[in-house]
């Protein structure tokens, strides 16, 4: 079956530093990735997105992830951390297999200090 | 922009009650979704529908059921709330074929005492 881990519930980090969220993925096919963000109150709204090529992908706010097959991962990176950038992330995975049907991780909370 | 828009963001019902969740998207997509997001569970899929009324059943579709008359509407219902459906309902729509990622509304809050 068709899962998505994030290993981290909460972190802390000061801002301007450098973040990094983990995501690992268990699926048998080529899947698709994605990140989410959701501001206290809010909807989802999407970071970024991998279907195929290049394993680099760039998204909204300055955020990039990486796609590693190898590990099963797509951890979620940004080199510099704002203060507006505090919410929760979800990592997803979807696949034509599953019918459109995504697969949520149970998210990263980010807390930002001055 | 795709807009998803859900009717109500807090909703206070009674256990028993009869509850309807309607949602609405306005980019003609094929595939709707409803979600329901709970802390540390993360968001879990109690139903969609890829078509007018067509629907399938999510990981969690117990005491749910859906409607989808208009390709713009999906509607969620509780048929009788209990206090475990206390939870953040969620909306998403996207579009069939090779742009795949799903939009969602701003969320319903719903509490049930």
């Known amino acids: 079956a068709q899962s998505v881990t994030q290993p981290d519930i909460h972190i802390t980090v000061s801002e301007g530093a450098s973040l990094e969220l983990r995501c690992n993925y268990s699926?048998?096919?080529?899947?698709?990735l994605f990140w989410y963000v959701q501001s206290p109150g809010q909807g989802l709204q999407l970071l970024l997105k991998?279907?195929?090529?290049?394993?680099l992908v760039q998204g909204i706010k300055g955020f990039e992830a990486e796609f590693k097959r190898s590990q099963s991962s797509f951890n979620l990176r940004k080199p510099s951390v704002h203060w507006s950038d505090a919410a929760e992330y979800f990592c997803a995975v979807g696949a034509v297999e599953t019918g459109n049907q995504f697969y949520f991780g149970t998210g990263t909370s980010l807390t930002v200090i001055p | 922009d795709v807009k998803v828009t859900q009717s109500s963001r807090y909703l206070v019902k009674r256990t028993g009650e009869k509850v309807f969740l309607e949602c609405v998207q306005d980019?003609?997509?094929?595939?709707m979704f409803w979600y329901r997001q709970d802390p540390g569970l993360g968001l879990r899929l109690i139903y969609f529908s890829y078509d007018v009324k067509m629907k399938e059943k999510g990981d969690i579709p117990e005491g749910y059921s859906v409607s989808r008359e208009k390709k713009e509407r999906f509607s969620l219902i509780l048929e009788s709330a209990s206090t475990n459906q206390t939870s953040m309902y969620l909306c998403?729509?996207?579009?069939?074929?090779?742009?795949?990622?799903?939009?969602f509304g701003p969320g319903t809050r719903l509490t049930v005492t």
């Open positions: 991998y279907f195929s090529g290049d394993t």
């Open positions: 998403a729509s996207s579009p069939s074929g090779d742009s795949y990622e799903q939009y």
């Open positions: 980019m003609d997509h094929e595939n």
């Open positions: 699926y048998g096919a080529t899947p698709y």
